[in-house]
């Protein structure tokens, strides 16, 4: 079974996603770090009132630029996306958890697949 997401759900369920696996530091054992340049950063802050984190990481993106997940430890090499990356691969992150986020029964472990399945394609830490 093949779920299809519209750019703005895949866009929610990946800002989602940010907020869940970030937020309490799920990713943090894998020697990865997501980043972005400063100056596209700072930019995309002043264009946002108040933002958490996560609403900064997303409006680089739409922006244009791209965010970049750093592998500090050289397992799979660094690894950068675009909004393009975000609207056609969440949907490929494994069913049960596109279906715990439609569901709305998501949590750090969903949040940390969809990342993954984004950035690198595929499951491959955890």
Same mark, same amino acid.
């Given at each position: 079974? &093949? ?7 895949? !866009? ?22 997501? @980043? ?6 700072? !930019?995309? &802050?002043? =264009? ?11 409006? #680089?993106?739409? %922006?244009?630029? =791209?965010?970049?997940? #750093? *592998?500090? !430890?050289?397992?799979?090499? *660094?690894?950068?996306?675009?909004? +393009? ?7 490929? @992150?494994?069913? +049960? ?6 569901? !709305?029964? %998501?949590?750090?472990?969903?949040? %940390?697949?969809?990342?993954? @399945? ?9």
């Amino acid at each position: 079974m &093949k779920i299809t997401l519209t750019p703005e759900e895949s !866009e929610e369920f990946f800002h989602n996603a940010l907020c869940n696996a970030l937020g309490t530091g799920y990713m943090s054992g894998y020697g990865i770090e997501l @980043t972005a340049i400063a100056s596209e950063y700072q !930019e995309a &802050k002043e =264009k946002l009132n108040n933002p958490c984190y996560e609403d900064i990481l997303m409006q #680089v993106l739409r %922006d244009g630029n =791209k965010l970049t997940m #750093v *592998d500090n !430890e050289a397992v799979m090499g *660094d690894v950068s996306i675009t909004l +393009a990356d975000v609207h056609e691969r969440v949907q490929n @992150t494994p069913l +049960a958890h596109l279906v715990a986020m439609i569901n !709305e029964t %998501d949590d750090a472990e969903t949040a %940390d697949a969809i990342i993954q @399945t984004v950035f690198y394609q595929d499951i491959i830490f955890g």
